[in-house]
């Protein structure tokens, strides 16, 4: 069974820098995409960042040069560092794992992790 539990959220302010983590159990993990969505409230989750298993990784427009996916296969976790945060960046942040070696769907989800940018 496969369990992905988030940390690392938390209240920041503007400009300032939080790093998520995010550690998985179950399957080989180093075999498997992954990545990070984000949810606000009343908006639809949506796709930050994410990093295939070789090493390959996508931003969304809106992070990128602020935010870096790192994953790191001997700890069976994936990290998003996030700098220069902005008001817009708050939401609740979901790590999520594929069940191939490049694509998230389908997946398993972590429970989330809240991230409030304010001053």
């Known amino acids: 069974q496969v369990q992905l539990v988030e940390s690392g959220g938390g209240l920041v302010q503007p400009g300032g820098s939080l790093r998520l983590s995010c550690a998985a159990s179950?399957?080989?993990?180093?075999?498997?995409?992954l990545g990070w969505y984000r949810q606000a409230p009343g908006k639809q989750r949506d796709l930050v960042a994410s990093?295939?298993?070789?090493?390959?990784?996508y931003y969304a427009d809106s992070v990128k040069g602020r935010f870096t996916i790192v994953r790191d296969n001997a700890k069976n976790t994936v990290f998003l560092q996030m700098n220069s945060l902005k008001p817009g960046d708050t939401a609740v942040y979901y790590c999520?794992?594929?069940?191939?070696?490049?694509?998230?769907?389908?997946?398993?989800w972590g429970q989330g992790t809240q991230v409030t940018v304010s001053s």
């Open positions: 179950g399957s080989i993990f180093s075999r498997y995409a």
């Open positions: 999520k794992r594929g069940t191939t070696a490049f694509s998230l769907n389908p997946g398993y």
């Open positions: 990093i295939t298993s070789s090493g390959s990784t």
